[in-house]
């Protein structure tokens, strides 16, 4: 199997002019998350933002939906804690399909990464209104902690935080050892989104200065 980036900005949207915009600034990992939606309208925006990643070259996660993820052929698909366990997506998408997991403590990583996740959505950083259900806040001393921790037990699976994130936080939250952030509300409610955009790839690329690779079905680095 072909190794994989796993970008340093995700972007999380729910349509797909937004996905666009967000694309023309430079964004390559868009997730698509809709809640509460028919399976046939959930598919047509799917097939329409679809569309626009394979217009920019972008990869498409499908948030919660690992059968709509395969249906139309979407790069990955990212599982919250009631959704599909993470074994029987793979058995159902096949080892090339990118699978993430979300997280709120080690243990839940630790499981997660036992699974064979490709990385693992951390947080929430901060309360956000776009998240329903919200998981206790871990704030930056919660990610040092769960970051640390991961470090001393050997575990690389790609960690990216999530919730209520800002530009203004990146410097701090990169340098726990996370591999990116993962934003929505930062990007859509400016007045720039698509420089926002920018600006956010440029601030994590110049603190990583790294390159992420995954092998999709392993998990690892």
Not at 41 to 57: G, H, I, P, S
């Amino acid at each position: 199997m072909s190794s994989l980036k796993i970008s340093s900005l995700q972007y999380i949207t729910t349509r797909p002019e937004q996905a666009e915009i967000a694309c023309s600034g430079g964004a390559d990992w868009i997730q698509l998350r809709l809640k509460n939606q028919p399976y046939q309208a959930w598919k047509a925006v799917a097939l329409e933002t679809l569309a626009v990643c394979r217009q920019y070259n972008a990869r498409l996660i499908i948030n919660d939906n690992p059968e709509l993820a395969g249906e139309i052929g979407a790069d990955g698909v990212h599982l919250g804690a009631d959704d599909m366990p993470v074994p029987e997506a793979r058995a159902l998408l096949g080892d090339a399909v990118i699978i993430g997991g979300t997280a709120n403590t080690l243990e839940t990583l630790l499981d997660l990464d036992q699974t064979g996740v490709d990385y693992v959505g951390l947080g929430p950083f901060r309360f956000t209104s776009t998240k329903e259900k919200l998981s206790p806040i871990l704030g930056l001393a919660g990610y040092q902690k769960i970051l640390s921790s991961l470090l001393q037990l050997g575990v690389f699976v790609p960690v990216v935080a999530i919730g209520g994130i800002t530009i203004a936080d990146v410097p701090t939250l990169v340098s726990t050892g996370l591999s990116g952030v993962a934003v929505s509300s930062a990007i859509s409610q400016s007045t720039d989104p698509a420089a926002e955009t920018r600006l956010f790839i440029e601030t994590v690329a110049n603190l990583t200065n790294r390159t992420i690779a995954i092998t999709p079905g392993t998990g690892r680095r």
